[in-house]
């Protein structure tokens, strides 16, 4: 799945049912012998895109980027800008509005390289004092033997109510400094959200989503160590049908490795979603008598299919990853 820098994070959810091709439909000829159309002419195999896209964007949460704003307002690379809110926004082609907002604590907190590294983030920056002031600043590269201890370097990320670093990390002498990276890391590791929200809304096509998602950050998410991502919404189709979805998963490096997501829709059926270690997605839909009516098939790169069961009909996905 795509990642979506700063922490590279990523997650979400997927699956949808629904019915009705509409009169516009797009063709295509990637299966033969089979009725197919295109995913965008389904109001279900396109949420069921939406929803795996969206389920790619809490993919490597905790991994490091080189993204730097100093303050709320500055940019951060791939995510833009924060929010007055300490929101990160990432608009959708397709047309879903994805909102990213991190969390120290009940702090919410933004990303700020530029404390530690300047804006070139070429050097690292130690102060005099716990205090981001510019008359505090002094290059690491310009420490001598008459220089001073302690010093302290900020993390990462300031906290929105005041806009100061959620810690620093002391430098007590020149051998401190010597010495530094082993602690650094620690500090770093230790010392960025351990939680973060999001919300997705808008348009998706012949539809709409609104979903709100919670993970619990693990410092570096890995395939073995990974995050976990729980939440609830709704996807509500052009002709009125509301589907409830459920999300439980985990999210690894790259993307979710295990979980489910579940739905039930206003007119009766039910879904499941399943997420494997591999990266791809397996789903069925049934119908009230629990009689299986769809399966859908996403492999990691964002190419599948849906399969109406009833009908023998065939909506290819692309460009979900």
């Known amino acids: 799945m795509k990642k979506f820098s700063l922490f590279l994070i990523s997650i979400l959810i997927g699956v949808i049912f629904s019915s009705g091709c509409g009169k516009n439909e797009k063709k295509t000829s990637l299966l033969t012998g089979t009725s197919v159309d295109s995913y965008e002419s389904s109001p279900m195999a396109s949420a069921v895109v939406a929803l795996f896209k969206a389920a790619g964007t809490g993919a490597g949460a905790g991994t490091t980027s080189y993204g730097a704003p100093a303050k709320v307002g500055t940019k951060m690379q791939e ?14 082609p397709m047309g879903m509005t994805i909102k990213i907002q991190f969390k120290k604590g009940t702090d919410v907190v933004y990303f700020n390289l530029e404390g530690p590294f300047g804006t070139s983030l ?3 920056y130690l102060y005099a004092s716990q205090s981001l002031s510019e008359t505090d600043k002094i290059l690491a590269s310009s420490i001598g033997l008459t220089t001073t201890f302690p010093r302290y370097i900020p993390a990462m990320f300031c906290k929105l109510s005041d806009n100061t670093p959620i810690a620093w990390h002391p430098i007590s002498s020149l051998a401190d400094l010597q ?5 650094l890391l620690t500090f770093i590791q230790s010392n960025f959200p351990d939680s973060m929200t999001n919300t997705v809304t ?7 989503i609104n979903l709100t998602l919670n993970t619990t950050m693990t410092q570096k998410a890995t395939d073995a160590n990974p995050a976990h991502m729980t939440g609830s919404g709704t996807i509500t189709l052009h002709m009125g049908q509301v589907l409830s979805v459920i999300v439980d998963m985990y999210v690894g490096a790259n993307g979710p490795v295990s979980g489910t997501q579940t739905f039930t829709s206003s007119t009766g059926e039910t879904g499941t979603l399943t997420f494997h270690s591999d990266g791809s997605v397996s789903g069925v839909v049934k119908s009230t008598d629990g009689t299986t009516v769809a399966t859908i098939k996403i492999s990691a790169d964002g190419t599948g299919t849906y ?3 009833a009908t023998g009909k065939t909506y290819i996905i692309t460009g979900a990853a």
Do not use: F, Q, V
């Not at 995510?79 to 959708?92: C, N, S």
């Not at 010495?179 to 602690?183: A, E, K, M, T, Y």
């Open 307 to 309: 399969t109406d069961i």
């Open 79 to 92: 995510l833009g800008e924060a929010d007055a809110e300490g929101k990160y926004t990432i608009i959708d």
């Open 122 to 124: 070429s050097n690292l």
């Open 179 to 183: 010495n530094l990276s082993s602690g």
């Open 202 to 208: 808008g348009n998706i096509p012949r539809g709409t």
